[in-house]
């Protein structure tokens, strides 16, 4: 993917990509193993991580980093083509099986029901779920506001994720779901995936990673 192509190519891209997405559970359960996926950004490199963790204890099965180039510059609600390239290859990598992929995004709570995680989703064929920290479309009527309770977020006269809100004092998160994973599924995954902090641990553990990735680098 390159910044020749025009953006409504990669809008087109993404009606086709959204086409393609099935919003049914399609992981094992019990939850055992669950990943998270974040990029973090130095100049003109990228940092994508993956990490594996067991639950409920968020031990991690394994870390894995790559680094490379973001192939389009930042363009809102086309999040998908900038780091699902990084996020696809990080998973070729990747070793150990886990049954849900968590993505620092959005899935289907998207402008054109193609956000990162469903794009990452459905072009690994892979159950992903969107966890973010901002709302990107729709609306939702009421707050959540005590620990684990959640409301839906409403767009185009539909339900396309939950805003909940996690343990503690953190503000809520908003979560859809990617591919193969129902609206229910996904809310599972992400509460099954809360530890302390605000965002899902395996989240934020991959967070962590792709930081100390780049600063890493940047002490070579």
């Known amino acids: 993917m390159t910044t020749t192509l025009p953006i409504e190519r990669l ?6 990509i959204a086409a393609k997405t099935i919003t049914e559970d399609f992981f094992e359960r019990p939850l055992r193993r669950v990943a998270g996926a974040d990029v973090a950004y130095s100049n003109s490199k990228a940092y994508a991580a993956i ?5 409920p204890s968020f031990k991690v099965v394994e870390e894995t980093v790559y680094v490379g180039r973001p192939p389009i510059p930042y363009i809102p609600g086309l999040l998908a083509f900038r ?3 990084l996020i696809l290859k990080t998973l070729k990598n990747v070793r150990n099986r886990f049954q849900v992929l968590l993505i620092n995004g959005h899935g289907i709570a ?6 990162l995680a469903t794009y990452v989703g459905v072009l690994a064929s892979k159950p992903t779920v969107g966890v ?15 620990p684990l309770e959640y409301t839906p977020i409403q767009f185009e006269g539909n339900v396309v994720g939950y805003c909940l809100k996690p343990r503690g ?5 908003y979560v859809s779901p990617g591919h193969l994973v129902s609206l229910d599924g996904a809310l599972d995954v992400a509460i099954a995936s809360l530890g302390r902090y605000r965002m899902p641990e395996p ?3 991959a967070h962590l990673a792709a930081n100390r990735a780049r600063r890493s680098d940047h002490s070579e």
């Open 132 to 146: 973010a920290g901002k709302l990107l479309v729709g609306r939702v009527l009421q707050q959540p506001k005590k």
């Open 51 to 55: 990490v594996i963790t067991e639950l």
């Open 169 to 173: 004092r953190g503000k809520p998160i």
């Open 110 to 115: 998207h402008p054109l029901r193609c956000g």
């Open 83 to 85: 780091e699902g390239p």
């Open 11 to 16: 809008r087109n891209l993404q009606k086709n």
């Open 203 to 205: 989240l934020r553990l």
